[in-house]
């Protein structure tokens, strides 16, 4: 009746490609389950495109700066079918490099979804069942839709990839990664761009620094509206207009993009004939071990309610994988102090707690350090944006508990930061750190 793995991972996206090859590599007979394109939301329909998306605003915004250092030659708008392709051509690459390393690797790659129908197995979309002793369901999450009038019209963040040209007129209604990025990449490559947020943006994110990339925003030409309580969509024939509770009507606009979160992929995996529990939004429950409250069944990466990033997906998988198969008991992933970054323009990175956060956890023994600075690269062309970069320190020590940092250069920079702050970094640590001079970088080690 069934086929014996000694694991099963439903889900083929950074959480599961990762369980999958570290398991393999640790010996164990893996089956690895899913519908649709290696690597998942990812390599697909998130970071690999959002970036490349990025990289094209970059060099838009190059283009301008090159113009103001002297250059002759004019910016010119970007070959979106060009680029398409290009993109295109590096996901396939990635999609089948995973399908190779998972045939090398031995891992059986089953191109079907699976369902629970007890707890060690799983029944596949064509009737046949696998078993194995332990499970991991890694099925990730997707976009947000919401019962409202006129939703249709507007676009997901999938769909902003299958664009064939940027919008002249794009409304963004959320306030989170998906629309803060947007937001910039798209009004760097030319689109006129409001974005109307119920609260604050990036809300977890240092509010200091989000008020200073908020008015960068503004000065990009971004409009924003706070507090908007968008209530429907409807077409006009000048374009998409938003009816808003708190604010009355916005618009015309040629494109909405709907970036308002997003709902785990649990509905049809049959977890209730294995018993596994799901929070209030679907999401599975687990423990800091990546465990289910059914023995043997486990979850990794977005379809938990956990910080949802491709890298503690990945590293997360790796761990459990670890720990099932490798002979580490003790294997599990640390999610103290994950750096995260913010692809906006200029880009948002933080490790560690805000300042808000460090005072309600230590109160009165919080200090603060901020630099704002105007980078070299825009200060030459007469620029006076600044950078901004903040130490929140605890103790007589100056223990550092987390560092912030927003400005060109920042995703890239943060990553040393990070391991430092990981292994207990001080500030006096930063101090005897002699800087490199001139660079953005430097002002983490300068500051007074």
Known sequence: MTASHDLIVLGAGSAGLATAFRAAQHGARVALLDPGALGGT?????????????????????QLLAVEFGFASQPGPLDWEHFR??????????DQRYAQRLQEAGVQLLRQAGRFVATDVIELADGSRLQAAQIVIATGARPRRLALPGFELGMVSDDVFVLEAPPRRIAIVGGGYVAVEFAGLLRALGSEVEVLAHER???GFDEELVQALTQQMEVQGIRLSHHSAVQAAHRTPDGIMLDDASAGSHGPYDALLWAVGRVPNTEALGLDAAGVQVDDHGHVRTNVRQDTNVTGIHAVGDVTARKALTPVAVAAGRRLADRLF???PDAQLD??????????EPPLGMVGLTEAQARRQYGGQVTVHCSRFTPMQWALAGRREQSVMKLVCVGTEERVVGIHALGPGIDEMLQGFAVALKLGLHKRDLEATVAIHPTSAEELVLMG
């Open 85 to 94: 392709g290009l993109r295109q051509r590096y996901i396939d690459a990635i």
């Open 42 to 62: 990812c390599v697909h329909r998130g970071c690999v495109p959002k970036k490349a998306l990025w990289f094209a605003a970059q060099l838009a915004q190059s």
């Open 335 to 344: 999610y103290e102090n994950i750096p995260s970054v913010v692809f906006a």
């Open 201 to 203: 943006l990036l809300e």
């Open 326 to 328: 490798g002979g580490q």
